[in-house]
């Protein structure tokens, strides 16, 4: 008894902490996902409206809580119809996204594989496109290629992109040391000021990191910059080892024998944001 009690007074003292941890966490993880959909506008608007109702109540303002009880139901519907575009992606991204899943590292091969892929098809001006998904599943566009689930290698991604195949206008997606489809078709980005250089393929990897976090390696075939972006923004003509660098950190990998090999390279790159 007096150890059923014990813990039953553990319990009680450790219960309300793990409300807490539980309740900042899914806070946490809502607020990041606002954030990522540029839907932080949308949270300020009701938060004004409930506001604004406050203040009528705390001094008892009936007319203007007469009048916010009249259009609520309408400023809401008006919302929604502005902020449809943000919306769809909170909905999209609840649907897909692992809260609960621990991202383990990523083969460090892939990597390697990726990297001096990139820099051979830059050197002979091939277009490319590689994605690494990493918490939000896109199997929606993984669907749209041909499944390919093979292991990855350096020859593998070259030969897909080198030469006028099926498959090399589409990107590929790796995940796991994996190449797990090729000939995918990314969404195009809905950004308006986008630089009128850059094709389908800088626009595509622009689209897919609007919609996900994945991480996306580009080589332009008119100019073999190779490029990377991630979180809606393109980070655009890196040397490699920013390349390097960059993918270790989002990726979570660790290859020093890689970047020791490319450190006089990298030396004098220049970064460009777009």
Do not use: C
């Not at 502005?82 to 621990?102: D, N």
């Not at 991604?157 to 000939?183: M, R, S």
């Amino acid at each position: 008894m007096e150890i059923i009690h014990g813990l039953s007074t553990i319990y009680n003292i450790l219960r309300p902490i793990l409300d807490i941890l539980i309740l900042a966490f899914l806070v946490y993880k809502g607020y990041e996902l606002l954030v990522k959909t540029q839907a932080i506008q949308l949270v300020k608007g009701a938060g004004l409206l409930v506001l604004l109702f406050g203040f009528a109540y705390f001094f008892k303002l009936s007319t203007l809580q007469w009048i916010l009880n009249l259009i609520a139901p309408g400023l809401f519907i008006a919302l929604a119809i502005v902020f449809q575009p943000e919306l769809r992606k909170i909905i999209m991204r609840l649907g897909q996204t692992e809260l609960f899943h621990i991202n383990a590292k990523q083969q460090m091969s892939q990597i390697d594989a990726a990297v001096t892929a990139a820099d051979l098809l830059s050197k002979q001006k091939r277009g490319a496109l590689m994605v690494f998904p990493r918490k939000i599943n896109i199997k929606n566009i993984i669907d749209t290629g041909t499944r390919l689930n093979a292991e990855l290698s350096t020859s593998l991604i070259v030969t897909i992109f080198a030469y006028d195949g099926p498959l090399h206008d589409g990107a590929i997606i790796i995940q796991n040391g994996h190449i797990l489809a090729a000939g995918t078709f990314l969404p195009l980005s809905e950004q308006q000021d986008i630089r009128k250089s850059f094709g389908t393929r800088h626009r595509a990897a622009l689209g897919i990191s609007e919609h996900s976090d994945a991480v996306v390696l580009i080589v332009s075939e008119e100019t073999g910059a190779i490029s990377l972006a991630y979180e809606g923004r393109l980070y655009y003509d890196l040397p490699l080892i920013e390349i390097l660098n960059s993918l270790k950190k989002l990726l979570g990998d660790q290859n020093p024998l890689l970047q020791e090999g490319l450190e006089k390279e990298g030396e004098h790159g220049i970064l460009e944001v777009r």
